[in-house]
């Protein structure tokens, strides 16, 4: 019976000593190990194509390797981020919060540590990017404002201590380009803000070539950046890449129908956007069969946007007869107020639209 303890208690050391990960959960994880680099990128991959269940699962199970180390918590953050944003509803802020809460506390409590650890800065500082992006998207702009600061400065520490972690240049050159854009317009001259607009566009240049986890979520910030600088060609060849990449999801299909619309090209936009169309409508065919599940939410919002620059297009394609009937759709779409109110200046403009494509039919007829 000794002799059998013996054999257990040596077996035991042995599996302890060499076998660490399958004993117990890590304390903090490391990011160059490539298993912890592939779970990361296979969850970031499923996300972009919408499935969901399947990112879940993956950053659910980095958590559980390590339930005191942040970048679970934010990855499951940013995955319900994804997913709001993607079906336009705030289903999920309750986890989203809830993540970004608990990614906060640990990065936190890392640097408390170790006031070098780049890749707490790192996370920490995407916790306050994503909320900046959240409270902003809510129409909280002081919030988001004071929250991109904070993701700003925290950042830089990252980079103070690592030049090389290149992922913390997705955040900060979102922050520089669209502080410069957006907020002018709305706060008036700031004297913080500056135009930063070529610095934000390098950085998330620098993103997408170098960093380890975010080179996908940098081509689509990049995307919108050449949209707004009205660098059409480019922003749409990167967002045709991208949509070969991940011809699942709708992200890259929407960067790429805005980049043909803004770029006046009505017959390719209005082709892309009746293709999502048929990917909402499948959405809300969805929702309705499962009783309005808060799991599987309808999406009017984005409907509603679909609809509206397809009507658009068609004006501009001299296809009045077909702009009648969907800006009628639109009229006639019961709708929650909540929608109703979100989406209350595409719903002024159908009217508008519809008014005068009747005109020119109208004036068509007579002569």
Request: one cysteine or more; glycine letters at 4%.
């Amino acid at each position: 019976m000794i002799i059998h303890e013996k054999f257990v208690f040596l077996f035991l050391l042995i599996f302890l000593f060499f076998l660490p990960n399958l004993a117990f959960p890590q304390k903090h994880l490391d990011y160059q190990d490539e298993e912890i680099k592939k779970l990361i990128l296979e969850g970031i991959d499923a996300c972009f194509r919408e499935n969901y269940p399947l990112a879940e699962e993956k950053f659910e199970l980095i958590v559980s390797k390590a339930p005191q180390d942040p970048a679970g918590y934010l990855f499951l953050g940013m995955l319900y981020q994804a997913q709001m944003t993607d079906y336009e509803s705030d289903f999920k802020e309750k986890d989203f919060y809830e993540n970004i809460k608990i990614t906060k506390k640990y990065a936190n409590k890392r640097i408390r540590n170790n006031r070098k650890d780049a890749w707490a800065y790192l996370f920490l500082g995407n916790a306050y990017g994503a909320k900046a992006v959240y409270e902003a998207r809510k129409g909280n702009w002081w919030s988001g404002l004071n929250n991109g600061l904070k993701a700003k400065s925290v950042l830089k520490e990252a980079i103070k201590y690592d030049p090389e972690l290149y992922d913390a240049y997705v955040v900060l050159g979102s922050y520089h380009y669209w502080a410069s854009v957006v907020i002018p317009s709305w706060a008036g001259w700031l004297p913080f803000i500056g135009d930063k607009r070529e610095e934000g566009i390098n950085e998330m240049k620098l993103a997408q070539k170098k960093s380890i986890f975010s080179r996908d979520v940098a081509a689509n910030g990049l995307i919108w950046m050449y949209i707004n600088e009205k660098m059409f060609d480019r922003a749409i060849s990167l967002a045709q890449n991208m949509q070969n990449k991940y011809q699942e999801g709708k992200s890259f299909l929407w960067t790429l129908a805005t980049a043909y619309y803004e770029k006046s090209d009505w017959t390719n936009a209005l082709f892309l956007y009746r293709e999502i169309l048929g990917r909402i409508e499948s959405q809300i065919e969805a929702a309705t069969s499962s009783g309005n599940d808060p799991k599987n939410p309808s999406n009017y919002f984005n409907w509603i946007e679909c609809k509206f620059h397809i009507a658009s297009c068609l004006f501009n394609l001299g296809k009045f007869e077909e702009c009648i009937l969907i800006c009628e759709q639109i009229q006639n779409q019961q709708l929650d107020e909540k929608t109703k109110e979100r989406q209350k200046d595409k719903l002024k403009r159908t009217k508008r639209l519809l008014e005068k494509s009747l005109k020119v039919i109208g004036r068509a007829t007579k002569e």
